[in-house]
């Protein structure tokens, strides 16, 4: 085998004034799909059955990396190129550790790369109030910290370190759709400030018009510490500053097979083999339990939708003057903000099957007509699935595996990961070289077993809608959001 000696030298993400509609760089890989107005595919000939997704296609075209094509050592192998193993990667890399990034699709082809783009803090489903209820204080002011605070900065550290452009900006909206729902809210900031974080302000529903130009909600949440980024360029940003630090990344190359031996970790590709002298990162997510050395299923999958509008007839500045991204209080929360040339970017929903582009589409108009009646002539110009997980108890899984050579990984962040992401990578590997204990308290956390969990997905999912939904009709007030 060979170890490597020559990092690979690549561009900074760039983005576009506004898009190029093309094919994608990726490969179309289990049920995410693309979808782009017929009218682009009309003008653009070229463009096939994959189209390029919004993120893609308002980035720069970029560097494609080789696959692996012959055996190599190296210390560390992080499989999947995503936000988790991008961060993981660069944080190794710059403290000297020998790195390698092997990637199955494109960088950032899954969730990391198809996401709203909403910075939001807490560790998926859990706040600060559910980190209060189930842990010591101190316990949970330092999770509520290293999954807010602490992981907002880092990105933009980041950012600052390599100068990076990721549209990066501040303020975030929890607009509620019932006045109850204003009492979890003012609960949930709260709790913040017992934790020692005071971001946040309570805004009733004239106070929230200054914000959001729809009669929609009751009030909601004004979050001076989340914010909103472009993933895809976060992703390239990562990658980009990975391989500035020496780093290598082998894409169209998928980990098929994981043996431990008495000298490291060996990974088989379709063409290669990899061994890994000192560590393995799983971060691909929720298919990564295939390969751990303990097949417990703590996860569901599910899939979710994002779109983007044609440029918009009024001025983006009409429904959200400044510029906040959204997300509600529904039990199917729409989530939506503004976007480069007058656009509007809105999501939603999540179900146990994958939808298909027109019932998606017709989905997302209606709720972006319920929410702003105002827009006239609405055009879709991006419509597009993605794929996430969740545990039982709402938290994210984090597992570290005690062999000779220690195999991290990390599942479960029901849609809600961007930043804490980016902060747990850094975890990984201030917990490889000794730095600190940030991952051994994420991993102290227990997660239940779920029997056929990924399998029965599709039938367990609308269960547990219909459940949740049947319970917000007894109960309007209560805030259950999925």
Not at 117 to 135: N, S, V
Not at 208 to 229: E, H, P, V
Not at 394 to 423: C, E, L, M
Request: hydrophobic letters at 35%; one cysteine or more; glycine letters at 8%.
């Amino acid at each position: 085998m060979n170890t490597l000696i020559k990092s690979q030298h690549i561009a900074k993400p760039q983005h576009l004034k506004d898009v190029k509609f093309k094919d994608s760089a990726a490969t179309q890989m289990g049920k995410e799909w693309s979808w782009i107005n017929p009218k682009h595919k009309q003008t653009h000939e070229k463009i096939g059955s994959n189209p390029a997704n919004y993120y893609e296609s308002s980035l720069e075209d970029w560097h494609t990396f080789e696959p692996l094509k012959a055996d190599i050592e190296c210390d560390v192998v992080v499989i999947g190129a995503g936000l988790l193993g991008s961060s993981t990667a660069l944080h190794l890399a710059e403290q000297g550790v020998d790195t390698v990034v092997l990637e199955k699709n494109r960088i950032g082809a899954a969730a990391s790369g198809r996401n709203g783009g909403q910075l939001t803090p807490g560790l998926a489903r859990w706040e600060a109030a559910e980190m209060a209820e189930r842990l010591g204080y101190e316990d949970a002011k330092k999770l509520w910290h290293f999954t807010s605070t602490e992981a907002m900065r880092l990105i933009d550290d980041i950012s600052q370190k390599y100068e990076l452009d990721l549209k990066r900006k501040n303020g975030h909206i929890t607009a509620a759709v019932h006045e109850g729902h204003l009492v979890a809210l003012t609960q949930g900031s709260d709790a913040r400030k017992y934790l020692g974080e005071d971001h946040t302000q309570i805004i009733g529903q004239h106070e929230l018009q200054d914000y959001i130009k729809s009669d929609y909600y009751t009030g909601g949440l004004l979050d001076n510490l989340g914010g909103q980024i472009h993933p895809l360029a976060l992703n390239r940003g990562l990658i980009y500053s990975f391989c500035q630090n020496g780093g290598n990344v082998y894409e169209q190359t998928e980990a098929l097979e994981i043996e431990e031996k008495s000298d490291g970790i060996y990974i088989k590709t379709a063409q290669a083999i990899v061994k890994a002298k000192k560590s393995v990162v799983l971060a691909v997510h929720h298919a990564s339990f295939k390969l751990l050395p303990e097949h417990k299923q703590t996860t569901i999958p599910f899939y979710t939708y994002v779109s983007t509008t044609a440029p918009l007839e009024l001025d983006i500045k009409a429904l959200l003057p400044f510029e906040h991204p959204v997300y509600d209080t529904q039990f199917q929360i729409d989530y939506y903000r503004p976007v480069t040339e007058n656009r509007l970017l809105f999501g939603g929903q999540g179900t146990g099957t994958c939808w298909g582009a027109e019932k998606t589409l017709s989905y997302l108009k209606q709720r972006i007509h319920t929410v702003f009646p105002q827009i006239k002539n609405l055009e879709m110009d991006f419509v597009w699935s993605g794929t996430t997980d969740l545990t039982v108890n709402g938290a994210v899984d984090s597992r570290k595996f005690h062999n000779k050579f220690p195999i991290y990984a990390v599942h479960g962040w029901s849609g809600h990961g961007v930043a804490q992401t980016v902060r747990i990578g850094k975890a990984i590997a201030d917990d490889f070289i000794g730095q600190s204990a940030d991952f051994e308290m994420l991993a102290k956390i227990h997660h239940q077993n779920i029997l056929l969990g990924r399998s029965l997905a599709p039938l367990v999912i609308p269960i547990a809608k219909s459940a949740f939904g049947l319970g917000a009709m007894i109960n309007p007030g209560k805030m259950v959001s999925f």
